[in-house]
């Protein structure tokens, strides 16, 4: 089996080729497969977990929630976050869910980001996240700050 390239070795390999079809037949394990749905759905069978609870947990309408799981609806960066925690998800896998999902990444030097990067990384519930956040100033996940941003 291939050792797995990383994403600099696959770029160089990107530069170097003349042939696109080339490239993708020789480098077809190194792209993308997975749904963000999928991932939902083998996490969930990974851990014997039923996606209603982490639909709740995560604060979801339920048929919205449904619709991520089954592949028809697409998350905001934000229900990314929100079904990270909800899984109690560390940094790296949180991390890992917004790649799938085409959602910019966790970055440090973002406050809003630092926040959730600290909570992530202490397995903060989703309450304490929204406290935190609401503290600090910070847009809440998946709603607003409080009355006076309406």
């Known amino acids: 089996m291939e050792k797995s390239l990383s994403t600099e070795e696959l770029l160089g390999r990107i530069f ?9 037949k020789q480098n077809e394990r190194s792209f993308l497969m997975l749904s963000f749905s999928e991932y939902l759905n083998l996490w969930c069978k990974k851990n014997l977990e039923v996606p209603e609870h982490v639909i709740i947990r995560a604060g979801l309408e339920k048929s919205y929630g449904h619709q991520l799981f089954s592949g028809k609806r697409n998350p905001s960066r934000d229900t990314v976050l929100l079904l990270s925690i909800a899984m109690n998800a560390d940094y790296k896998q949180a991390q890992e869910m917004l790649r799938i999902a085409g959602k910019s990444q966790l970055y440090p030097r973002i406050k809003r980001d630092a926040a959730i990067i600290y909570c992530l990384t202490n397995h903060k519930s989703l309450i304490d996240v929204q406290i935190i956040l609401q503290e600090n100033d910070l847009p809440l996940l998946g709603g607003r700050m409080n009355d006076r941003d309406r």
């Open 16 to 24: 170097k080729e003349n042939d696109p079809g080339k490239f993708f």
